[in-house]
């Protein structure tokens, strides 16, 4: 159970971590704070980032989204490596602590945002490495913060583990809470006020989110098993690994011969083999959610695109909403879907099933799936309506031209995609939680972030595989620049096939997984 966590000045002193006195729903609001101030630093600085290439940095339409997405994929994949570092070396609270510090002093750096021409060779270069280093710190953040959350919560004690479960979805409300003020606020002093302010407002968020969880670190639970445990001791599977090795070279060097093993090699071996055992266990699960990941991925590409073409004002006003800021309809869907499933769907089903959180992870998680495939289908119908009414109003040709359609015609398939996100994204984070050793938590945590990553991929491969097909013969590309002459019905037909066929995929594996 809960353990002394010795002398390192960072963590709470011998006898903090008894339960009666640390963790649950105190502790975990302290950390919830520094997750919705990171993810509003985070979403201050992607959100509108394609923009500021483009302007500020004089950069390509096609170079800024070359990039965007080149560092959209490096910030979902680097968790996997901030979680190991995190399992093996410094410990969830370190990491955590140091990821914050960096990612405050690199988003005060990003930018100066008074730039009235060209920037020089050496200031681009002085972004970039700024841009990537704030990738580094979220690989740190992301994975740690959210577990050592769940961490407050003993899966052991019936009350606390279905607290635990109501905690991942109050976690997710919370991001996308802030994400949604964000992408609305942040977007819009970027491009009217000044990009310094919009770069420098996250960062004075994250600093006062940092201040508030430091506040929170004498009422923190920590536990054995993992590196942060007792006088900051490794013992997760990346230095196991190591332990092993040494093992295995002392045998080698005795020759061959049968050499008795110390019995501290013996355990950290049958610890390491059965924790590498767990993890592969997980990789049909794992493989099968990507499709998930590609249709995450839409909103800020395609969807926008779809979104810019369409009749954006709001009554008979002459505002017209920005394309990007429909992403806030995720968010504006996911709020409520959490709420409801927390406080009507998980007690309705407890009495139902017996289940403490209602459904299980995997089930929860699949219905995620099979919404997402409704979504692809709803955003298929409104493109074909979207073409039939350009060509109705003759702007097929006119690729600046305004379709005469409402946007409010594009807003169901981000509320369904937003009720989608509820499920399955809180159901990954929830199952690859639960499904490691404690050694590890931060690692499952980083797997469902790498579904992400490989989905953005996945898209980013499909988009250019097809583009390349459709163009063959001077054929005309279903993303071509002019959409009323593209097919973004097309490819959204396919997702959702695919979707279907992975869904199918995804039963077979849930239903076998023990």
Same mark, same amino acid.
């Given at each position: ?216 670190? &004498?009422?923190?639970?920590? *536990? +054995? ?9 490794? $013992? %997760?599977?990346? /230095? !196991? =690994? ?93 709020? &409520?879907?959490?709420?409801? *499933? +927390? ?9 139902? $099933? %017996?289940?403490? /959180? !209602? =459904? ?155």
């Amino acid at each position: 159970m809960a353990s002394e966590s010795g002398s390192d000045p960072l963590l709470p002193r011998a006898g903090a971590s008894l339960r009666p006195t640390t963790g649950g729903w105190r502790s975990a609001l302290f950390i919830i704070w520094v997750e919705v101030a990171e993810r509003f630093a985070y979403y201050g600085v992607s959100a509108n980032l394609i923009n500021y290439l483009t302007g500020p940095l004089g950069e390509t339409t096609a170079a800024a989204a070359s990039a965007v997405n080149a560092w959209a994929g490096a910030v979902s994949m680097l968790p996997l490596l901030g979680a190991a570092v995190a399992d093996s070396w410094l410990g969830r609270y370190r990491t955590i602590v140091a990821s914050s510090v960096l990612y405050i002093t690199q988003c005060s750096n990003s930018t100066d945002g008074r730039r009235d021409c060209r920037p020089s060779s050496e200031q681009t270069a002085f972004f970039y490495a700024s841009l990537y280093l704030v990738a580094i710190a979220q690989s740190g953040h992301k994975p740690c913060v959210q577990a050592f959350g769940a961490d407050q919560f003993d899966a052991t004690d019936p009350g606390e583990s279905s607290s635990r479960s109501s905690f991942f979805n109050w976690w997710y409300l919370g991001l996308c809470a802030s994400a949604t003020v964000t992408v609305v606020l942040m977007s819009y002093i970027q491009d009217n006020v000044d990009w310094g302010l919009g770069f420098g407002v996250p960062c004075m968020v994250m600093l006062l989110g940092l201040l508030v969880f430091l506040i929170g670190t &004498p009422t923190y639970r920590f *536990y +054995d098993g993992g590196s942060d445990g007792p006088h900051g001791e490794v $013992t %997760g599977t990346f /230095s !196991g =690994i190591g332990k092993a090795v040494r093992a295995w070279r002392k045998r080698r060097g005795e020759g061959g011969a049968t050499v008795e093993l110390e019995h501290d090699d013996c355990v950290e071996t049958a610890v390491l083999a059965e924790e590498v055992r767990g993890l592969t266990r997980l990789f049909p699960i794992w493989a099968t959610c990507l499709l998930y990941g590609v249709v995450f991925a839409q909103p800020a590409t395609l969807f926008t695109k779809q979104a810019a073409t369409l009749d954006r004002r709001i009554g008979t006003s002459s505002f017209q909403v920005p394309p990007a800021a429909l992403q806030s309809f995720l968010g504006v869907s996911i709020i &409520p879907c959490v709420l409801l *499933y +927390d406080r009507i769907l998980v007690p309705v089903a407890h009495r139902a $099933t %017996g289940v403490a /959180s !209602g =459904i299980t992870m995997l089930q929860r998680l699949g219905a995620g799936i099979a919404l997402s495939m409704v979504t692809l289908v709803v955003a298929a119908l409104v493109e074909m309506k979207r073409l039939s009414t350009a060509r109705d109003a003759g702007v097929v040709d006119k690729p600046g031209a305004v379709v005469p359609m409402s946007l409010w015609w594009i807003v169901p398939q981000y509320l369904l995609l937003g009720a989608a996100d509820s499920f399955a994204m809180v159901g990954m984070q929830e199952f690859f939680y639960d499904q490691v050793p404690r050694a590890l938590k931060s690692i499952g945590l980083a797997l469902y972030l790498s579904v992400l990553g490989v989905g953005s991929f996945i898209s980013s491969f499909l988009i250019s595989f097809i583009d390349g097909v459709t163009r063959r013969d001077g054929g005309t590309s279903w993303f071509t620049d002019d959409l009323n002459r593209g097919h973004l019905d097309y490819f959204y037909l396919l997702l959702a096939a695919l979707t279907m066929l992975d869904l199918l995929a995804y039963i077979y594996f849930s239903t076998s997984y023990i």
